[in-house]
């Protein structure tokens, strides 16, 4: 599975490495992804979801319901 997060779409950002002498090198930046089991309500269920750190506590503060709906119009695949 690609790194990006399930319902944000967050992914890998590039830039470049510096060192002292300032030369520059490339690397990428990768998402703080969790793998987690939320319980839906609206769904009535466990789902199984990788996220990012972010999501995670946007959701902790919104609510589920935002998942539930991305499940219903199968935005996230779910098992």
């Known amino acids: 599975m690609a790194r990006k997060c ?5 992914g890998p950002r590039y830039g470049s ?3 002292h002498a300032h030369n520059k090198t490339k690397r990428r930046f990768l998402p703080n992804l969790q793998k ?3 319980w839906v309500q609206e769904l009535n269920r466990e789902v199984t979801i990788k996220l990012s750190a972010k999501s995670l506590k946007t959701i902790s503060k919104n609510g589920t ?3 539930a709906k991305m499940i219903r119009e199968k935005k996230i695949k779910v098992n």
Not at 6 to 10: D, M, N
């Open 17 to 19: 490495s510096i060192s």
């Open 65 to 67: 319901a935002d998942i």
């Open 6 to 10: 399930q319902v944000s779409g967050i």
């Open 36 to 38: 987690k089991r939320i």
